[in-house]
């Protein structure tokens, strides 16, 4: 099959910028870091999702820890309500951490063709983690954030909190 305009014409061009690292054992578990100097407004990565059935996500999903690695996303119900179901993000959006401070990556997600793309927020220097922002409602002690007393886990808040507007 060839691809071409007028024939599968409703494509998108991927992208993704070819110096990264994974590295396996930073304090928030596996991370991706920059291979050399980012400037901003590049394109990191576009990601194609699987959106779950919402139902599917609740009975099944939201119980394994497949669940960590969902995002929020918007949809119609059948009645063309609009309401939400979580996403997997295949590729490098879902080894992305979250930094509360110093965020240098962005998402943005395009719902017709089901992508994230994530781009650089500013200048990142060769060496530092790729970190976005899952939100307010994190499920876990945040690794960059000092000691606190009480910190309480709410299981409807993982990644899956991530608020993109
Ligand atoms: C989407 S995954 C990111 C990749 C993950 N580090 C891994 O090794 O598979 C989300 C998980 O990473 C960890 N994580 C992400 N950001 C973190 C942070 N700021 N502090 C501590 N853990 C973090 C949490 O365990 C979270 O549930």
Redesign the pocket.
């Known amino acids: 099959m060839v691809a071409k305009d007028g024939v599968y014409g409703d494509r998108v061009a991927l992208e993704r910028f070819t110096s990264l690292y994974l590295v396996?054992n930073?304090?928030?578990?596996?991370?991706v870091f920059a291979g050399r100097d980012i400037p901003s407004g590049t394109i990191i990565d576009i990601c194609a999702v699987l959106v779950l059935d919402p139902v599917e996500n609740v009975e099944h999903i939201e119980k394994t820890s497949l669940y960590?690695?969902t995002y929020n996303w918007p949809m119609a119900n059948p009645a063309g309500k609009p309401t939400k179901t979580q996403a997997v993000v295949f590729g490098l959006g879902?080894?992305?951490?979250?930094?509360?401070e110093d965020q240098n990556v962005g998402w943005k997600r395009d719902l017709k063709h089901e992508l994230v793309t994530y781009s650089a927020l500013r200048d990142i220097r060769e060496g530092e983690e790729l970190?976005i922002s899952?939100g307010d409602h994190?499920?876990?002690?945040?690794?960059?954030a000092p000691a606190q007393a009480g910190w309480t886990e709410r299981p409807e808040d993982?990644?899956a909190g991530i608020e993109l507007d």
């Open positions: 396996s930073t304090p928030k578990g596996r991370g960590h690695y879902s080894m992305f951490n979250h930094s509360t970190c899952y994190l499920t876990f002690v945040d690794a960059d993982v990644l």
